[in-house]
C-alpha cells in the first residue's frame, strides 16, 4: 500500500486560507468516506483535526474544514494563524482493511 | 481523563523480540478498537495495526505482517504488541491509540522508542 501524496510544503499570511491536498487511488481516499487529517506540532504527538472526510472533533477549530472530490481529499485551514504551523498528515481507510497515511505537508505562517 | 501508557521499548538487534504494552485509563478499553501507530525519526507516522473490542478482528500493515502480533486483556485494560525478527526499519516510536472513528488512531500515548540495530 503505497503512501498517499501530499505536497511537501504550503505557506500563507496571517489571515489568509491555505489549502492542502491528498491524492490517493480509488482503493483508499476514492472508495471510503474515511479520510482524516491531522496536526503535528514538533515533539508532539499528532492530533486529530479532521476525520470522515469533513467532519471536526469537539474542540477543534471550525478554521479546520475538510472535502474530497474524487481520489482528492483537501484540508482548508482559513484565517491562518501562526499556531497552526505545524506538519499536517492526511490518512485513509483502504480496500485492505488498512490505514495509509500521506507523505506530510509542512505548513509555514509566513 | 483518558491517558494511554505505553512501555516495553529497548534497543535490541536485528532478528530480536520485544513485547510493547499499553495500559489505558480513564475509559473502558473494551468498549473501543485500539491501534498501534509508530513514527521513524525525522519520518511521518505509520499506522501498524489494530484490534477490535472483543479481539475477534485483527489488522496489519503488511511490512509487519508474520512478524508482529497484536492482542488484548480487556480485564486489565491493555493492549500488547509482540514485536518478533526485528529489522532496522521497524526502528521508531511506538504509540497506542484509541480508536473513537474510523482513523488510525483518535487518543494517542506519548509511545515508547524501539531502535533495532547491532
Known amino acids: 500500500q503505497s503512501a498517499l501524496t501530499q505536497p511537501a510544503s504550503v505557506s500563507g499570511s496571517p489571515g489568509q486560507s491555505i489549502t492542502i491536498s491528498c491524492t490517493g487511488t480509488?482503493?483508499?481516499?476514492?472508495?471510503?468516506?474515511?479520510v482524516s487529517w491531522y496536526q503535528q506540532h514538533p515533539g508532539k504527538v499528532p492530533k486529530v483535526v479532521i476525520y470522515?472526510?469533513?467532519s471536526r472533533p469537539s474542540g477543534v477549530s471550525n478554521r479546520f474544514s475538510g472535502s474530497k472530490s474524487g481520489t482528492t481529499a483537501s484540508l482548508t485551514i482559513s484565517g491562518l494563524q501562526a499556531e497552526d504551523e505545524a506538519d499536517y498528515y492526511c490518512s485513509s481507510f483502504t480496500s485492505s482493511a488498512i490505514y495509509v497515511f500521506g507523505t506530510g505537508t509542512k505548513v509555514t505562517v509566513l | 481523563e483518558v491517558q494511554l501508557a505505553e512501555s516495553g521499548g529497548d534497543l535490541v538487534q536485528p532478528g530480536g523480540s520485544l513485547r510493547l504494552s499499553c495500559v489505558a485509563s480513564?475509559?473502558?478499553?473494551?468498549?473501543?478498537?485500539m491501534s498501534w501507530v509508530r513514527q521513524a525519526p525525522g519520518k511521518g507516522p505509520e499506522w501498524v495495526a489494530n484490534i477490535k473490542q472483543d479481539g475477534s478482528e485483527k489488522h496489519y500493515v503488511d511490512s509487519v505482517k508474520g512478524r508482529f502480533t497484536i492482542s488484548r486483556d480487556n480485564a486489565r485494560n491493555s493492549m500488547y504488541l509482540q514485536m518478533n525478527s526485528l529489522r532496522a526499519e521497524d526502528t521508531a516510536v511506538y504509540h497506542c491509540a484509541r480508536n473513537l472513528w474510523a482513523t488510525p488512531g483518535d487518543d494517542w500515548g506519548q509511545g515508547t522508542l524501539v531502535s533495532v540495530s547491532s
Open positions: 480513564g475509559f473502558m478499553l473494551s468498549n473501543h478498537w
Open positions: 470522515d472526510v469533513s
Open positions: 480509488t482503493s483508499d481516499v476514492g472508495g471510503y468516506n474515511y
